[in-house]
T-cell receptor, first 114, second 111 residues
Framework: NAGVTQTPKFRVLKTGQSMTLLCAQD?????MYWYRQDPGMGLRLIHY???????AKGEVPDGYNVSRLKKQNFLLGLESAAPSQTSVYFC?????????????FGEGSWLTVV | KQEVTQIPAALSVPEGENLVLNCSFT??????LQWFRQDPGKGLTSLLL?????REQTSGRLNASLDKSSGRSTLYIAASQPGDSATYLC??????????FGSGTRLLVRP
């Protein structure tokens, strides 16, 4: 059981380049999330999905796009990377059970935009 | 818009001390509240989840309380150890299945 897997773990981009971060979960969870974490700060929600084929904006969605074509995958795209998007990106998936929400996080993807 | 605030931003204590970390949120209509631990350069580890109908949860030396009406939660760590050094994050679940985080408290427990 792999849990939540993020690809790639590290990436350096030049300003203006595009890239896609892939998040995959094997737990059949309905809900998936993309967060970013900047130094000394908590996690800020970029986009999230409450099911296959659905996406919604979080707190800081500008400059990012997402897709959830398959239930197990949630893709985060940067169309034209900017230095302000240098950050650590975390993906998560969750389900809502009788005792509350259970969430699983990936190990993070370190992105540097130069 | 839900906002989560954690005080203090950083804390340094000698080993063995009991300590309290504070979390406040602006919208009391939360589903659950959760505390996480994050070690440097690592992902998140869930510590405690408090459902909105509960007042507190305990796990070992950790005790988390929730007062929805006042928009506050505290994480109490008893008999702190150097291994407790980490960043502690408070987060609230809203009814739209979003988890909103505070900025964290960076804890250092000195031997």
């Amino acid at each position: 059981n792999a849990g939540v897997t993020q690809t790639p773990k590290f990436r350096v981009l030049k300003t203006g380049q595009s890239m896609t971060l892939l998040c995959a979960q094997d737990m059949n969870h309905e809900y998936m999330y993309w967060y970013r974490q900047d130094p000394g700060m908590g996690l800020r929600l970029i986009h999230y999905s409450v099911g296959e084929g659905t996406t919604a904006k979080g707190e800081v969605p500008d400059g990012y796009n997402v897709s959830r074509l398959k239930k197990q995958n949630f893709l985060l795209g940067l169309e034209s990377a900017a230095p302000s998007q240098t950050s650590v990106y975390f993906c998560a998936s969750s389900y809502r059970g009788d005792s509350g929400n259970t969430i699983y996080f990936g190990e993070g993807s370190w992105l540097t935009v130069v | 818009k839900q906002e989560v605030t954690q005080i203090p931003a950083a804390l340094s204590v000698p080993e063995g001390e009991n300590l309290v970390l504070n979390c406040s949120f602006t919208d009391s209509a939360i589903y659950n509240l959760q505390w996480f631990r994050q070690d440097p350069g690592k992902g998140l580890t869930s510590l405690l989840l408090i459902q909105s109908s509960q007042r507190e949860q305990t796990s070992g030396r950790l005790n988390a309380s929730l007062d929805k009406s006042s928009g506050r939660s505290t994480l109490y760590i008893a008999a702190s150890q150097p291994g407790d050094s980490a960043t502690y994050l408070c987060a609230v679940w809203d009814s739209s299945y979003k988890l909103i985080f505070g900025s964290g408290t960076r804890l250092l427990v000195r031997p």
